[in-house]
């Protein structure tokens, strides 16, 4: 079945890095995202990357797959305190025209 | 990205009565979703909105509890029905097609049921 695991939390001080690690047990997966959450919002797409691809890069944002291992992280450079919010690590069959299976979410907390 | 709107954005209702969230998309899409996320949890699919026919629900969510209209290609609704406090969440609506291949979310509507 399809299960998606992440920390709850992570803390770091700015300007700092931050790494946000993700595993999944659905080897059919094809995108496997990152979303962030601020508090009182909805969820913004960060940004997603193929399961044929390694890593994909943003600006501040890495994206690491390892589909041997099912395990995917979010390395942010220079975090900020504009960080700060509730990241989602989530998994699609197909994109985005069938169910998106979400982790529980890890609370970066930024502390200046 | 599409540009997705939702409303109300919150609300507080008493038990036993329904609340019917409308969720609009400034272009057209293929695929309409309602996800809800319970306090403290992650986003759980409640169904697949189909323009044209009945939605398709996940397993634990059923058609009497969560009706969805999906009138045409950039509307679509979710009611709450018979409210219960477990109800309390935030409802998302993400869309998917036309102009995007991934999922984008709206800015959800916070439930609060007494």
């Known amino acids: 079945g399809e299960d998606v695991e992440q920390s709850l939390f992570l803390s770091v001080r700015e300007g700092d890095s931050s790494v946000i690690n993700c595993t999944y047990t659905d080897s059919s997966s094809t995108y496997l995202y990152w979303y962030k959450q601020e508090p009182g919002a909805g969820l913004q797409l960060l940004t997603y990357?193929?399961?044929?691809?390694d890593m994909k890069q943003d600006q501040r944002l890495t994206v690491l797959l390892n589909k041997k291992d099912k395990h995917l992280s979010l390395r942010i450079a220079d975090t900020q305190t504009g960080d700060s919010a509730i990241y989602f690590c989530?998994?699609?069959?197909?994109?985005?025209?069938?169910?998106?299976?979400f982790g529980i979410g890890t609370k970066l907390q930024v502390i200046p | 990205s599409a540009v997705i709107s939702q409303k109300p954005s919150r609300d507080i209702c008493q038990r036993g009565t329904s609340l019917t969230i409308q969720c609009q998309v400034d272009s057209q899409v293929t695929m309409m979703f309602w996800y809800r996320q319970q306090p403290g949890q992650s986003l759980t699919l409640i169904a697949t909105a189909n323009q044209g026919s009945e939605a398709t629900y996940e397993s634990g969510f059923v058609i009497d509890k969560f009706p969805i209209s999906r009138p045409n290609l950039t509307f679509s609704t979710l009611t709450v029905s018979n409210m219960s406090p477990e109800d309390s969440s935030i409802y998302l609506c993400?869309?998917?097609?036309?102009?995007?291949?991934?999922?984008?979310f709206g800015p959800g509507t916070r439930l609060t049921v007494l």
């Open positions: 990357i193929f399961s044929n691809m």
């Open positions: 993400s869309v998917a097609g036309g102009v995007t291949d991934t999922q984008y």
């Open positions: 989530a998994e699609s069959f197909s994109g985005g025209y069938q169910k998106v299976t």
